[in-house]
């Protein structure tokens, strides 16, 4: 070997020794500092003690048992619109949306709020367990914003427990379950802050008795169960007031009694079956642009209860061209109207059969009509 590179190994391995010896001595230094400082900083000490939880208070384990009971009956629905691949010539689902429900009954009808599913080309059901079901149509209620779904599930469903809203009070505690920003099955806790309420249904016609709460109502909620403190269906989370679209602390369900009324009818006819006149009443903005107070009736259907009694809709005169306003529906059984909705609002107080008292006004003259209700024909569903 030359002596050149001879020299230049030796001096190689010289040079990585005093380098291991430099980083020893330095290890050597760090271990003496940290052991000074624990000697300064003292004896280590103890773990914090975690505190044993002693028994939960009767309120908590009352809502704790509640959502155990009560969750299986909820359900979580997402919606999907079907679109078409022009460059694949396939067929994509695209997510639309989610909302909540609730088991209706052991055949697998589920309950939500009709805008929940409104305008989708498909829904899903999610159940407690996280199976999922396609869902079909069954019926629905613009009228009351409700739709009623179903799943072919060979599970065992648990149908939730149906309350009353007749009876309740403000101040009244209540639990809403859902599915908030789709965090499926979240538990939120409020009181009855009012009740007697109206807000506005699908086609802009006003739900009156609508229950108001301060429990946490978001997007998401909607279609899913509030309940009261014995478990049972009070309402269905339907709307809140915001300005930023997130609870406000005032949310709306629409009440119990309305809904055992109506889901029924959805189920057997697939449409809210209610007792009629069988008119069509002008929109309340014309009524308001033409000065007049009351219910203005546009056409009469032939041979419906309202064409028996004899009531005229408007019509335009043959010999001048002008229009001939029809009979204003002033006052129902005595009550007074002021607007179309009135109509509405008091038609589903009766059933097909009652015999109802009209006072409208005709040429300047008020008279009293008596008429036999009966059930509505058109699938629609919205004409009185």
């Given at each position: 070997?030359?002596?050149?590179?001879?020299?230049?190994?030796v001096l190689a391995i010289t040079a990585?020794?005093?380098?291991?010896?430099?980083?020893?001595?330095?290890?050597?230094?760090?271990?003496?500092?940290?052991t000074h400082r624990a000697s300064q900083s003292g004896p280590t000490p103890p773990p914090k003690p975690i505190i044993p939880r002693g028994d939960l208070s009767q309120s908590e384990a009352a809502t704790v048992t509640l959502f155990s009971e009560r969750s299986s009956s909820v359900v979580h629905i997402t919606t999907v619109d079907m679109r078409s691949d022009a460059f694949r010539m396939n067929v994509l689902e695209v997510p639309r949306g989610s909302g909540s429900g609730f088991i209706w009954d052991e055949a697998g009808h589920v309950v939500t709020n009709?805008?929940?599913?409104?305008?989708?080309?498909?829904?899903?059901?999610?159940?407690?367990?996280?199976?999922?079901?396609?869902?079909r149509l069954v019926g629905a209620s613009q009228r009351n914003d409700l739709a009623v779904l179903r799943i072919d599930s060979t599970n065992k469903l648990a149908p939730i427990t149906l309350g009353s809203s007749h009876d309740l009070q403000v101040g009244q505690q209540v639990f809403a379950i859902g599915s908030p920003f789709g965090l499926d099955y979240t538990l939120s806790t409020g009181i009855i802050s009012g009740l007697g309420r109206e807000i506005p249904s699908a086609i802009g016609l006003p739900i009156k008795g609508a229950i108001q709460t301060d429990a946490a109502i978001n997007p998401g909620n909607s279609g899913g169960p509030l309940l009261d403190s014995s478990g049972r269906l009070i309402g269905i989370n339907t709307s809140i007031i915001s300005p930023s679209g997130a609870s406000a602390g005032i949310g709306f369900a629409m009440p119990a009694d309305m809904v055992a009324r109506v889901v029924p009818q959805l189920i057997q006819y697939g449409r809210e079956v209610r007792p009629v006149l069988g008119v069509e009443l002008a929109e309340d903005a014309?009524?308001?642009r033409i000065g007049l107070d009351g219910a203005l009736i546009l056409n009469v259907s032939p041979g419906s209860p309202a064409e028996k009694a004899g009531l005229v809709g408007t019509r335009r005169d043959t010999r001048t061209g002008r229009i001939v306003l029809g009979d204003v529906i002033v006052?129902?059984?005595?009550?007074?109207?002021?607007?179309?909705?009135?109509?509405?609002?008091a038609l589903e107080k009766h059933k097909q059969g009652d015999r109802v008292q009209l006072s409208v006004k005709r040429d300047g003259e008020t008279r009293k009509v008596e008429i036999v209700l009966a059930l509505n024909v058109s699938t629609a569903g919205i004409q009185p």
């Open positions: 070997m030359p002596r050149s590179l001879w020299t230049l190994g990585l020794v005093i380098a291991l010896l430099q980083l020893s001595l330095r290890v050597d230094r760090l271990q003496a500092a940290l009709l805008h929940v599913i409104l305008g989708a080309d498909r829904a899903r059901v999610t159940l407690w367990d996280r199976t999922t079901f396609e869902a014309l009524m308001r006052a129902f059984d005595g009550e007074p109207i002021h607007k179309a909705s009135d109509v509405y609002l």
